[in-house]
């Protein structure tokens, strides 16, 4: 009797994983996330953002072999990368943009000191 209880038990464990959600939402989240790097990338060349689109064709396979819960995973760590691509090239951007800034001033500096 116990024993077809813990059989009964585990085929419904066994069901529940593979019933999981196909990850459609996820998946759109992704792809906005990796579009929306994309657009603040441009040509750079970002491993982020290549890691991200790998991850985001595996996903589709997992999902298109019926692993829904390896899919929505995949998903979401190609959401993480393409993230992490927008935030190192927007950081590297602003870098640039700190360093002009130190060039004019230090240009500035000089003007002042050579008219005093």
């Known amino acids: ?44 060349a970002a491993p982020a953002l290549a890691q991200a689109r790998e991850k985001a064709a595996q996903a589709r396979a997992e999902q298109a072999s019926g ?5 929505r995973l995949a998903a979401e760590q190609a959401e993480l990368d393409a993230r992490v691509a927008e935030a190192q090239a927007l950081a590297n951007k602003s870098d640039a943009q700190v360093r002009q800034l130190q060039t004019r001033i230090t240009a500035l500096r000089k003007q002042l000191e050579a008219a005093q």
């Open 1 to 44: 009797m116990i024993a077809r209880i813990s059989l009964a038990a585990a085929l419904l464990a066994a069901a529940g994983c593979s019933n999981a959600p196909a990850p459609t939402e996820q998946l759109r989240v992704t792809d906005q996330a990796i579009a929306q790097a994309q657009a603040v990338t441009g040509e750079q």
């Open 67 to 71: 692993d829904n819960k390896a899919a």
